[in-house]
Each structure stands twice: as C-alpha cells, then as structure tokens.
C-alpha cells in the first residue's frame, strides 16, 4: 500500500474508532428506553401486576448512561437484540368480542377470539382460533387463553388440550409432571390408562381456572387421574364453559369459591384410617384482576399452610406456584416446608424453574431428603420420561429444568 493510501486508511480508521466510541457511550441512553418499553409492554400483556412492572421498570433503566465502557456497550446490545428480536405472538391481537359477563367483585371481564394463522395451524390447516378471557378494568392482563379448532365432521368447536399457548402455562405442566415423576409417583402409568372410569391413580388440586388450560391439560394428558379445580369468580366458570371451549367430566370438576378454605375443609374433613392424603399435586396459579396472588395461598399460617398440616398432601407430592419475577421464593417454600412439617411429613427439596415470560414456577416436594445436585439429575430424567410418553407441542424436558434453582 501507497504512503497516501495508508494516510487515507488511518484517517478511516481513526473516524471509524471516534464513531464506534461513540455509539458505545450513548447507545444505552437510546436502547435502554426502548428496552424499558419493550418488556414494560412484554409484562402487562402476560398479565403482572402493577407493582412488577414498577419493578421491572425501575431495573431495566439501570442501563441508563452513567455506565460506561464494556460493559455498557454489552449492555446496550442486550437491549438491542431484544428489542429488535421479539415479536408479539398473535392471541395479543385486539381480537373480536364474543362474551361480556358481570363480576361478582365488580367490573366485567370479555371474552375475545383471535383467527389462528394457517402457518401456526395443523399440516391439515385446519380452520382454529385463539379465545383469550381479560378482567376489562385491566384489560391488558391475561386471565387465559384456550386453542379452539372448528372440525368439518364434529359440530361446535374443538377444544386442544394439549395446546397451551401461554409459554408460563407449558412451564408448570412441564415442571410438576416432571416433578412427580421424578419422586416415583405413577406418572407415565397414568398416561398410558385407557380412562375408562376406573379409580384414579393421582389426583390433582387446581386453584385458580382462568380459561382451563393447565386442568384440562392434565386431564387430557393422564387418562389415569383427576383433576379438582376451585375458582372463586363464577362469571370466570361461566365464561370458560361458554366461550372458551372449556367443559367438565367425570374426571375433570370445578369447585366454586375460595380455593384456600376448599383446600382446608378437605384437608381436615378426612376420614379416619381413609389412605393418607388427598392430592398427588397441589397445582395455584390464582391471580386476581390486579396481578396479586392471593396472601392466603402462600403466607405461614395461611390456608394452604395450614391445609398441609391436616395432610393435604401424599407422600411423594408436591406444591407447584406460579409466582411473579423477582419473587423472593425461600419464605414462601419455606411456609410450605412447616406445613407440611406439621402433617407429620418429611418435606423435600424446594426449588424453581423460570418460564419465558420470567415468572417462577416454584415447588415445593414432600419427600425423603434428597442432594440438590442429587435430585437435578433425578428431575432431569424425570422430565425426559415425561416427555417421552406425554405429546404436546412444546419441549417438556427443557421446561421443567430451565434456569433450574434450589431454595
């Protein structure tokens, strides 16, 4: 290369440098705002309550200027690529009205239906449609979404219980089934009985209906087990009966009222020398219309303590909880521990898994003692049986072990 050409080269270089400093510095000042946006928006659409997403807001503007160097620059392409990379999955489309119904508790809440695109269909794109239940005076939080198909050769709509499009929804079956299986409880057994109305090998407790995908996924995957739902809005039932494909059976029933004195009653009504034990899987995701879980379901002394201390639980089962990021998960496991302390259990280990969204799918096991390190290679495998027996269109194994943390 000329002496000019290298002249012209350093000039090109040394601009280049002055440029990329540039933006390095005050990248985040850009990107950070856009970043805070972005997952402000991400949280109150998958249905948070406002105090998380102050939380949440107040974190995100740590990448504010004032941080400098690498670490900035580091910081702003997080931003960036997240920002950029996303995309709002289709049942947050505005959507049609098909059902306005009266709280109990004041308000209203809405049923809406979304067309499912034909690339998100079956191979036989086939004609389906998302329903999404929302409480109107906080419209831009979910209460659910259910997957309906309209079938050519069966009148009505067709509920797809395997289909859970909330990504925190596909975290708790995966979790809990995982969970179980992996304390030896008859889990793949379960999926493999015909349902042909014989007793139930499990048992399942579900706070908390929304628009009954997590119980009728349940249901629907384990032929072998039962599902008792409690919900305390009977607008939320009659809304998920009437328009988001939701339907009892035999092995599949709701409950109306407060899901912690339900668990309660049932713990201390049973009867004496019955086996010991009312639930496999104690399953709460119980949000009301402001995003807050109610205190009763996880506080020492709360309903769902005490229910454990009456033996609400078997041996080898489990609490599972959706709880909100940023949750600190050890004093509510921890009340979870002396409940079931108090049956006169052994409780096992604690731990969490985190769901796309961020929430915390905590769990809580009644077992022997069992290692951490011990017990992830268990749940590991666990996971991966489950996955093997239980279709579903989405990866079992990887949910119930991701970001894996023991409390």
């Not at 940023?326 to 496991?333: F, I, K």
């Not at 969490?352 to 268990?378: D, H």
Request: glycine letters at 10%; aromatic letters at 8%.
């Amino acid at each position: 290369m000329s002496p000019r050409g290298r002249r012209a080269a350093s000039v090109f270089s040394a601009i280049c440098i002055f440029v990329s400093c540039g933006i390095l510095f005050w990248a985040p000042t850009f990107f950070a705002g856009s970043y805070r946006l972005h997952y402000l928006s991400k949280f109150r659409q998958q249905g948070f309550s406002a105090h998380a997403v102050d939380v949440v807001g107040s974190d995100t503007m740590t990448l504010s200027p004032g941080m400098t160097g690498i670490a900035v620059s580091f910081a702003a392409l997080f931003a960036m690529v997240s920002f950029v990379g996303s995309r709002s999955p289709g049942y947050l489309s505005k959507g049609a009205v098909v059902l306005r119904e009266s709280l109990s508790s004041g308000g209203s809440l809405q049923v809406t239906s979304i067309p499912v695109p034909p690339s998100e269909g079956d191979k036989q794109h086939c004609q389906e449609e998302w329903r999404v239940l929302r409480f109107e005076r906080c419209i831009e939080y979910l209460q659910g979404v259910t997957r309906l198909r309209h079938s050519a050769d069966k009148p009505g709509l067709q509920f797809l219980g395997r289909a859970l499009s909330l990504p925190y929804n596909q975290s708790l079956v995966s979790v809990v089934l995982a969970a179980l299986a992996s304390l030896g409880v008859p889990v793949v057994r379960a999926a493999s009985l015909p349902g042909r109305g014989d007793a139930p090998l499990l048992r399942f407790l579900c706070i908390g209906l929304g628009g009954g995908s997590v119980p009728t996924f349940f249901a629907d995957a384990l032929p072998g087990c039962s599902v008792d739902v409690v919900e305390m809005e009977p607008a939320v039932l009659s809304a998920a009966e009437e328009a988001m494909g939701f339907k009892q059976n035999s092995r599949l029933e709701v409950f109306l009222g407060d899901g912690a004195e339900f668990a309660l009653k049932a713990a201390s009504e049973q009867k004496p020398g019955s086996r010991r034990g009312l639930y496999d899987a104690i399953v709460i995701d119980a949000f009301d219309a402001e995003g807050n879980l109610p205190e009763s379901m996880w506080r020492p002394g709360g309903g769902i303590s005490q229910a454990l201390g009456f033996g609400l639980l078997r041996e080898a089962g489990i609490v599972a909880v959706n709880f909100l990021p940023g949750t600190n998960l050890e004093p509510r496991l921890g009340a979870y521990r002396r409940g079931i302390s108090a049956s006169g259990s052994t409780p096992g280990v604690g731990f969490s898994v985190t769901a796309e969204e961020g929430n915390l799918m905590a769990v809580q096991t009644c077992s022997k003692a069992i290692p951490p390190e011990t017990f992830r290679v268990i749940l590991e495998k666990g996971a991966e049986e489950v996955a093997s027996h239980v279709a579903c269109d989405f990866d079992m194994s990887k949910l119930a072990t991701k970001n894996l943390t023991f409390w």
